[in-house]
């Protein structure tokens, strides 16, 4: 009876997680449309929050972002700030690889991030080393931005560990 009972709970949430594969795509017909190249140049700033696994905002900050492009090439330059006083850095760099996709690196970055947008969307995924506890663990970013007009970016990430969500980030973006 037990082992019944697993399997159809097993088999009800495939079900579940197989439907909630979302896309890119899903927004190519949204506009205003988000090409990085256009929206990420020049001076911006953003404002976000930080929160645990469980929702809880644990920090906020506001943040600057330097971007530019050169031979097709996005730098974006970020100093964030965080209300407890700390300052992090993370310079980020944008490589096409395709019409709609592109490569991210960065410091903090393990490998490289991918990167596709669409309509008013983008999403990247890359695993990012963060500090944690006097160390340093690598967690899977599921990044997702969507352009709400011509001068504001809504952003949030999720970070996971061994597949379960440890945080999220949440923040806006606003070109100056």
């Excluded at 709970?9 to 190249?37: E, M």
């Excluded at 645990?52 to 730098?75: D, L």
Aim: with cysteine.
């Amino acid at each position: 009876m037990k082992r019944t009972s697993l399997v159809l709970f097993l088999g009800a949430l495939l079900a579940l997680t197989g439907c909630s594969n979302i896309t890119v795509n899903d927004y190519s017909n949204n506009t205003p449309k988000l090409n990085p190249q256009e929206f990420f140049l020049g001076d911006l700033t953003a404002k976000g929050v930080v929160k645990n696994r469980s929702g809880k905002v644990i920090r906020h900050f506001t943040a600057t972002i330097k971007a530019s492009w050169q031979n097709n090439i996005g730098t974006l330059e970020e100093k964030f700030i965080f209300n407890d006083g700390e300052i992090q850095y993370r310079t980020w760099t944008l490589t096409p690889t395709q019409p709609t996709y592109f490569n991210a690196t960065a410091g903090d970055v393990i490998g490289t991030g991918k990167g596709k947008f669409a309509g008013n969307s983008i999403n990247l995924n890359y695993v990012l080393a963060v500090k944690y506890n006097n160390s340093t663990i690598n967690v899977k970013v599921d990044d997702w931005m969507w352009r709400v007009d011509d001068k504001t970016v809504l952003n949030e990430s999720t970070l996971s560990k061994f597949g379960f969500k440890v945080g999220s980030v949440q923040l806006v973006i606003a070109r100056n």
